[in-house]
């Protein structure tokens, strides 16, 4: 009778184990930061997180903006946050002629047939860019993402 009981045990175990190991979806780990521009913040600064190694879901394709401040909150498709893994980093900045940043809420841009933009970023760190800016996301850790890019050079 005591053998029963151990295997009963075990067996429950064994099922809650798999029960776990069925949980495809990865946990997702906050990221926060600061971003600057040539030393300044700017508001609608676009960053994005592409892995490096994997292909791309739902949980590991991150975009994110600052603020006024430069402040930096990052999400995926899946929630706030990314799952643990390397990241290809890469950045957008898009002024109008006059300075003022194209983006905000009460503006629609397709609309303005004379508007004319300029990017900040530099290509380097623009999409595609040989900047090879790379972030760690942990389990383990706060994810904090720091960077001051540097201006573009004329």
Do not use: W
């Amino acid at each position: 009778m005591r053998s029963i009981h151990y295997r009963q045990i075990a067996l429950a175990i064994l099922f809650c184990g798999c029960l776990s190991g069925c949980n495809t979806e990865p946990a997702l780990h906050p990221i926060s930061g600061h971003i600057t521009l040539g030393g300044k913040p700017y508001e609608r600064l676009i960053v994005y997180f592409r892995p490096l190694d994997d292909a791309v879901t739902k949980y590991n394709l991150g975009v994110g903006e600052t603020d006024a401040k430069g402040d930096l909150s990052l999400r995926s498709t899946a929630g706030p946050g990314l799952a643990a893994g390397t990241y290809k980093v890469s950045f957008t900045c898009i002024v109008s002629r006059g300075g003022k940043v194209i983006g905000s809420t009460d503006e629609k841009q397709d609309d303005d047939r004379s508007l004319v933009t300029e990017e900040l970023v530099p290509p380097a760190y623009a999409e595609g860019g040989i900047s090879g800016l790379e972030f760690e996301v942990q389990s383990s850790a706060e994810n904090r993402f720091e960077f001051d890019i540097p201006a573009k050079t004329s």
